[in-house]
C-alpha cells in the first residue's frame, strides 16, 4: 500500500484511513496532529478520533497478558532512535496527545487498553512512564540502541515532569 498523503478531501483521506496498515496510519495521525489547528487537519483528526472509538467498541474481550506488538506508542507514530526517530518536538507532541485524549487506536484487546486509564489521570501517566523506561530497561547493553534509550529515558521525565499533579 502506497503511504496516505495529508493532502486532498478529507473524506478520501479518512476513506483510506479504514483500510491503511498501521504504519501509514500513524504517519497520517502524526501530519494531521503537526498541523492542528488548521481546519482541514483538524477535521482529519477528528474524523481519525471517530474511527479510533468505534473501533476499540470492536476489540475482543478476552484477555492475553502478553504485550503487544506493535503497541500503543508504534500505532501513534511514536519512534526514537538513529533510524527512524522523530525530531522531540513530534514525540513530545505526540505523547501530549496520548496524556490528554480519549481518542487512541485500539491495540489488543479491551483489558489492554483499560490498563492505560482516563486521559489526564495518574494510571495513564503511570502507565507510560513505564512503557518508556521498559523499553529502555531492554535495549540499555546494546550500543546500537544508545541514542534510543536515551530517548526514551527523556520521555519519561518529560512525562512526569509535565503531567504531575
Do not use: C
Not at 135 to 147: C, N, P, S, T, V
Amino acid at each position: 500500500m502506497h503511504p496516505i498523503k495529508v493532502s486532498g478531501s478529507i473524506a478520501k483521506l479518512t476513506s483510506g484511513f479504514h483500510s491503511a496498515g498501521l504504519d501509514d496510519r500513524a504517519d497520517v495521525f502524526v501530519r494531521a496532529l503537526s498541523r492542528a489547528p488548521d481546519p482541514a487537519a483538524t477535521s482529519l483528526l477528528n474524523n481519525i478520533q471517530a474511527i479510533w472509538i468505534k473501533e476499540r467498541f470492536e476489540l475482543l474481550k478476552f484477555v492475553d497478558e502478553r504485550s503487544p506488538d506493535p503497541g500503543l506508542l508504534r500505532a501513534l507514530g511514536y519512534h526514537v532512535g538513529v533510524s527512524q526517530g522523530r525530531p522531540v518536538e513530534q514525540r513530545r507532541m505526540l505523547l501530549n496527545y496520548l496524556m490528554s485524549n480519549e481518542a487512541l487506536p485500539p491495540i489488543k484487546d479491551e483489558a489492554y487498553m483499560a490498563q492505560w486509564g482516563a486521559p489526564n489521570s495518574s494510571v495513564r501517566r503511570s502507565k507510560l512512564i513505564r512503557v518508556l523506561r521498559n523499553l529502555a530497561d531492554e535495549k540499555i547493553y546494546f550500543d546500537q540502541f544508545r541514542l534510543a534509550v536515551s530517548e526514551w529515558l527523556q520521555d519519561a521525565e518529560y512525562v512526569h515532569t509535565k503531567w504531575s499533579a
